[in-house]
């Protein structure tokens, strides 16, 4: 299993550029999730979805959306780049009986 | 929403020394996991404990739940042991299934 993989890996946006951030996963796992970690910070989580089709928001959402039409893939989209979301963004997953996450290597975003 | 604590928040050893960090939660929790993000800032699960000890190699963990408490053992530390140390837990009355991450340790090994 490859697990959780994230693309692009290191990205530079300019203000009001729009991308989207791909994950995907190869355990089967219903649960997954997006987080941001700001320099020096622990991780804010963005979106969650319970499996395909459900989605719902997180602690931090604003400038963000996310769709979740596979199991696998679960793509975070940026519409407005801001500077204020210059930030590593990680996936997880979660699946089966456990609690456990399993996060991706990140994508580290720039925004000028 | 649950508070998680961790300390020291900045930690200096020399190589072969043992440490011990702390991450106090003040909620009951469904998932305990202890992470290393190494300095290229990937994540690295190094255990899920929600109760319990376990044991990996020269690391090992103990989980007081009805304390509400964590502690990471890091015994005879390595030059590659540097980075930060988050606990994370996700509380058990919570239907987001998220989970929330404390500050970090910062560890720094010298040779």
């Known amino acids: 299993n490859a697990g959780v993989t994230q693309t692009p890996k290191f990205r530079i946006l300019k203000i009001g550029q729009s991308m989207t951030l791909q994950c995907t996963q190869d355990?089967?796992?219903?649960?997954m999730y997006w987080y941001r970690q700001d320099p020096g910070m622990g991780l804010k989580l963005i979106y969650y979805?319970?499996?395909?089709?459900?989605?719902d928001k997180g602690e931090v959402p604003n400038g963000y959306n996310v769709s979740r039409s596979t199991t696998e893939d679960f793509p975070l989209r940026l519409e407005l780049a801001a500077p204020s979301q210059t930030s590593v963004y990680f996936c997880?997953?979660?699946?089966?009986?456990?609690?456990?996450?399993?996060f991706g290597p990140g994508t580290r975003l720039t925004v000028t | 929403g649950i508070q998680v604590e961790q300390s020291p928040p900045d930690l200096i050893l020399q190589e072969g020394a043992n440490s011990t960090l702390r991450c106090n939660f003040s909620?009951?929790?469904?998932?305990l996991q202890w992470f290393h993000q190494n300095p290229w800032g990937q994540l690295i699960n190094l255990f899920y404990?929600?109760?319990g000890t376990k044991q990996n190699g020269r690391l090992s963990a103990t989980t007081v739940a009805t304390e509400r408490y964590s502690l990471l053992y890091i015994s005879s530390s390595q030059t590659t042991d540097s980075g930060v140390y988050f606990c994370?837990?996700?509380?058990?009355?919570?239907?987001?299934?998220?989970?929330?991450f404390g500050g970090g340790t910062r560890l720094m090994v010298k040779p």
């Open positions: 979805s319970v499996g395909a089709g459900i989605t």
């Open positions: 994370a837990v996700e509380p058990r009355y919570n239907a987001g299934n998220m989970l929330t």
């Open positions: 997880a997953s979660r699946g089966g009986q456990r609690y456990e996450q399993y």
């Open positions: 355990m089967n796992h219903n649960y």
């Open positions: 909620d009951s929790v469904n998932n």
């Open positions: 404990i929600p109760s």
